[in-house]
């Protein structure tokens, strides 16, 4: 069961920007990203047809379900590294991006992240690093508490002017994210909102095994040899 409740007072984020991938890809797959020349007749690129990818764990099949959500481009790193701090402490850095099509309203892309400790990295900068415990403050309007059932942690939920947002802390402080980033200044809807959060749930207890295990990374469309 899927809780939410209102918690006390909090105010984007930048969706991130893989112009390396753009370069790899053909111009209809760049489109999908801002700042970047649209042709006015784009050529509808193919779609992800496995049914699972980000290591395993977010399914396609869902997406389009529950948010007409297709995936036409994503990159998928993974690289666990053990600590430097003597402790035997594994720091994990897992992160996939997907793009859909660049004419498809509302949505461009969507985010997931899995990382050792609570500060948002699409919401934080070097010098000003966005935690976990931020969110209620810097965004009042919007933030709820998630509370997953048989789920070990805390969540948070809340919109930005460019898109939705929730995030689960672990009780050993590693963290998960995820980010839609929708058009247009299109706002989202309490049921969208609803959807991502089905979208979500399965990856609190999906990721962490995967982002433990060996690095990975995929990318799709592969990029043509040069």
């Not at 999908?32 to 007749?41: E, T």
């Not at 049914?51 to 997406?63: A, K, N, P």
């Amino acid at each position: 069961m899927i809780v939410y409740r209102a918690v006390a007072p909090f105010g984007g984020r930048l969706a991130t920007t893989f112009t390396a991938l753009c370069l790899a890809f053909s111009v209809g797959a760049c489109s999908a990203f801002p700042g970047l020349h649209r042709p006015s007749q784009a050529t509808r690129p193919t779609p992800v047809t496995d049914e699972y990818i980000c290591g395993g764990v977010l399914s396609t099949q869902q997406l389009k379900e529950t948010l007409d959500y297709e995936i036409f481009t994503y990159r998928y790193n993974n690289i666990p590294a053990q600590s430097k701090d003597g402790g035997g402490n594994t720091k994990y850095d897992y992160m996939c991006t997907t793009t859909t099509y660049s004419n498809s309203l509302p949505f461009w892309s969507l985010e997931l992240n899995y990382s050792s400790d609570d500060s948002l990295k699409g919401l934080s900068s070097p010098n000003d690093l966005v935690h976990f415990d931020d969110v209620p403050s810097r965004f009042p309007d919007t933030a709820k508490a998630v509370e997953l059932e048989g789920k070990d942690g805390e969540g948070l939920s809340w919109i930005t002017d460019n898109g939705a947002h929730i995030a689960w802390r672990y009780s050993d402080g590693s963290m998960l994210d995820v980010y839609l980033a929708y058009k247009h200044d299109t706002p989202v809807t309490p049921e969208q909102q609803d959807a991502l959060l089905q979208v979500f749930t399965p990856l609190v207890d999906a990721v962490p095994p995967v982002a433990a295990g060996p690095p990975d990374e995929a990318i799709y469309p592969t990029p043509t040899p040069t």
